[in-house]
């Protein structure tokens, strides 16, 4: 039975968590200003990293591509001509941790380091949305190199933490071959119940439904990481948030269009107790912001005079607010 709580409680809760979310992303921006003046980086083993011309001890799986030349395998090369990355491939600052995999039904940057994605990018259209049973088969994915830790079931197991999927497994209904790849743990991070089945849900499941009205979306999501960062398992990364980054494209619009009229909706969401009394769109920050907290440089394939507009404008919320409980399931 459910305590009953005052309007003066909701709001003290609320400002308790924005407050310590807002303490977390100024120590995430500090944390690696820090790492970068220095020029440290925690790895786990000096040849645990790629290079373009070692060769790959585990032959690629049919959902993997690699423009048909194994020295590009695992470079931005190999992911750059995806339509998933139509506005541009993701860049880090440091790009030393980063294995870059086509897996046909999206695009990733994987942290060795870290054990999971830097980012997971993906082109939501109506064709993707169908009725497809979700296929629940978590795995490890063979597509990463042998001399990779690969993640698995056990890794998750009483860890306190959902398996939550960056694509979303009802975001890839159109074939059941589809739908399984986004079972892939590198599609995969540790999220607590009440994020994952709470507003990171709710924005998925707005984001079909803008795809259901004709909309064409281009998504990157991933996480943001104290310093130092928790882990589970064998040394899976527990994000400090999670962020979203969502372009609108009208029906008929391609990734040329973009201007500085096009909609743009960018989220940061604390992966912390209490999230889930929260609506999503208490999250809706900018795109520079999340450049900032992470390092990256997001839709670099567009023009930068349009870059400058769309990246620094929050969407507005009025207009999100009446539409956000749109959708169903979305995990």
Known sequence: MRAVTTSRDRRASRSSLLGTFSLVVLLLLVARFALLQCGARQTRAPASLPSAQEPDANPPRESQTDGGTPALRGTEASVSSSVHVALGVPRA???SDEYFLDERSFVLSYSPEKRLANWVAWQLARKHLGQVRRKDDFRADLGLPARFYRVKESDYLHSGYDRGHLCPSADRQDS???????????????????????PWEQLESYARSRVQGGALLYIVAGGLFSAPYPTIGNGVAVPAANFKIIVVLEPGQGPSEVDENTELLAVLMPNQRGVGDHEWTEYVTTVDAIEQASGYDFLNAVPERVQRVIEARPAALADLRSERHRGGRSR
Do not use: K, W
Request: charged letters at 25%.
């Open 93 to 95: 600052g440091d790009p």
């Open 176 to 198: 059941a071959e589809d739908n399984s790849r986004t079972f892939l743990f590198t599609n995969i991070e540790p999220q607590l119940h009440e994020l994952n089945a709470g």
